[in-house]
């Protein structure tokens, strides 16, 4: 089965700053990939995703690599802010069915 | 549109009663799944349903049943309430493209089971 994790369970950054959380995949067929952000009390909401024929795919301050060699992806903010405070979890998947979550990181972003 | 739904917000059980949680989206999605979520962990897949009348077991399974009688609406059932499985849920909805596209998800239900 397909096990997708985090390096890191807490980030803490200052405000400003930019943000880089990274997840390894452990299954080379995924070939859709997705971040989600989850604010205290809320679903998981969308931030971005890429499929596997991409390497980069760049959002509104957000950009997510994807690194197929080593099974790897990361999910860079830039210019963080507090509002950016929440868990972010990545996510895989290699069909239709069932997408496989990591275990989230916690980014802290102080004032 | 209201997008997904869930209710209950929050349930209290005692083991062994049985309980529904309520899943409805108006987005026309045909894709539609339940995850649960323990303290620092991801989400898990309980169940999916690709369509309606079609539904299929995810990564944890056990203690839960669903159907999908319609497009709208995903329920799950516990049967016999356990402590185990004391937990936040989340339902999710996506369209044709199931797990490869964008999960919208509900604002969970939070499940205690004394």
């Known amino acids: 089965g397909e096990s997708v994790g985090l390096h890191l369970p807490t980030l803490s950054v200052q405000e400003g700053d930019n943000s880089i959380i990274n997840c390894a995949y452990s299954?080379?067929?995924?070939?859709?990939f997705i971040w989600y952000k989850q604010e205290s009390g809320k679903g998981p909401q969308f931030i971005i995703d890429?499929?596997?024929?991409?390497d980069k795919r760049q959002g509104q301050r957000v950009t997510v690599l994807l690194n197929k060699t080593v099974k790897h992806l990361s999910l860079q903010i830039a210019a963080t802010q507090p509002g950016d405070s929440a868990v972010y979890f990545c996510?895989?998947?290699?069909?239709?069915?069932?997408?496989?979550f990591g275990k989230g990181t916690m980014l802290l972003v102080s004032p | 549109n209201a997008g997904v739904t869930q209710t209950p917000k929050f349930q209290v059980l005692k083991t062994g009663q049985s309980m529904t949680l309520q899943c409805a989206q108006d987005?026309?999605?045909?894709?539609m799944s339940w995850y649960r979520q323990d303290p620092g962990m991801g989400l898990r897949l309980i169940h999916y349903?690709?369509?309606?009348?079609?539904?299929d077991q995810g990564e944890v399974p056990n203690g839960y049943n669903v159907s999908r009688s319609t497009t709208e609406d995903f329920p799950l059932r516990l049967l016999s309430a356990a402590p185990s499985q004391t937990s936040v849920y989340f339902c999710?909805?996506?369209?044709?493209?199931?797990?490869?596209?964008?999960?919208?998800f509900g604002p969970g239900t939070r499940l205690l089971v004394l």
């Open positions: 999710a909805s996506s369209s044709m493209g199931g797990a490869q596209e964008t999960q919208y």
């Open positions: 299954n080379s067929a995924s070939d859709y």
């Open positions: 890429i499929r596997s024929n991409m």
């Open positions: 996510a895989g998947a290699s069909g239709y069915s069932t997408l496989t």
């Open positions: 987005m026309n999605h045909e894709y």
């Open positions: 349903s690709v369509g309606a009348g079609i539904t």
